[in-house]
């Protein structure tokens, strides 16, 4: 840091189980890359790279390859895994996964019908080799799924060998775990946390005001992914409670009462 404050909440060190910050990249250049890298790196775990945009990207291989250079895990959004999947293209991906030396994988089936059991054979597989996450919800509005078969679905997909599961609610935030106004569906995440270790959840987060969000009600080292690439450092700034929004958020309840004199 580059001054001292007391005060400020502690964040587990990297490479880290808690408090993960997962960045999407939606088709970054590689010299868009270096610079999110040189800004960013301290403050970032995961890059997903965005749906399929690896299909498209230019340099894909080279910009990788600096993501793992700066320490960062690198995978591809689930929506390609699903993309291979339903054109029964599962060696396929593997290959792909190999070629670019990737070691995280991404399991998901929120745009194709897919049967649990299918899915949970899938991430087993992949867990062999590979560090899984899977992501459980629909992108589809206005599908609701009941908060036990959530609950079932993530229990099952972290006992398949899913090294945290994720909870859907895409880049615009307002499917799966959040209302169409993109409010926290509250009595959908209590539920899930009263039978899933927070720890084991990557809570996509998309919007300042579900970060917000988690971190008032879960703390500075909850794990937040879908984070675009400018808001990095505004989040880790919400983390440690130096933005307005959790300013008072992690202070002793002394100092949070009217400055009466100047010092």
Not at 75 to 90: D, P, Q, S
């Amino acid at each position: 840091m580059n001054f001292k404050l007391p005060h400020i909440p502690q964040r587990d060190a990297k490479p880290r189980e808690n408090g993960i910050t997962m960045m999407m990249d939606k088709g970054l250049s590689v010299k868009e890359a270096e610079n999110f890298i040189d800004a960013n790196s301290e403050y970032t775990d995961l890059i997903k790279l965005g749906f399929g945009t690896s299909f498209l990207t230019k340099n894909l291989e080279q910009k990788i390859k600096l993501y793992h250079e700066a320490g960062l895990k690198v995978y591809l959004g689930g929506t390609l895994f699903e993309a291979f999947i339903v054109r029964g293209m599962f060696d396929e991906y593997r290959k792909v996964l190999d070629k670019f030396k990737l070691k995280v994988a991404e399991v998901s089936d929120g745009s194709l019908a897919m049967n649990h059991d299918v899915k949970c054979d899938y991430i087993q597989m992949l867990a062999k080799d590979f560090t899984v996450l899977s992501e459980v919800g629909s992108k589809e509005e206005g599908i609701i799924i009941h908060p036990a078969k959530w609950i079932n679905m993530m229990k099952k997909e972290l006992e398949a060998g899913s090294w945290k599961v994720i909870a859907e609610a895409r880049e615009s935030g307002n499917v799966g775990i959040y209302h169409r106004d993109g409010k926290a569906h509250t009595m959908l995440i209590d539920k899930i946390i009263s039978k899933i270790k927070i720890e084991h959840i990557m809570w996509e987060t998309p919007l300042k005001s579900q970060q917000v969000w988690f971190i008032k009600n879960f703390g500075a080292n909850v794990n937040l992914g879908n984070i675009s690439t400018t808001d990095v450092i505004p989040l880790e700034t919400l983390r440690i409670g130096l933005r307005g929004d959790t300013f008072f958020t992690f202070l002793p309840k002394e100092l949070n009462a009217p400055i009466k004199k100047s010092k």
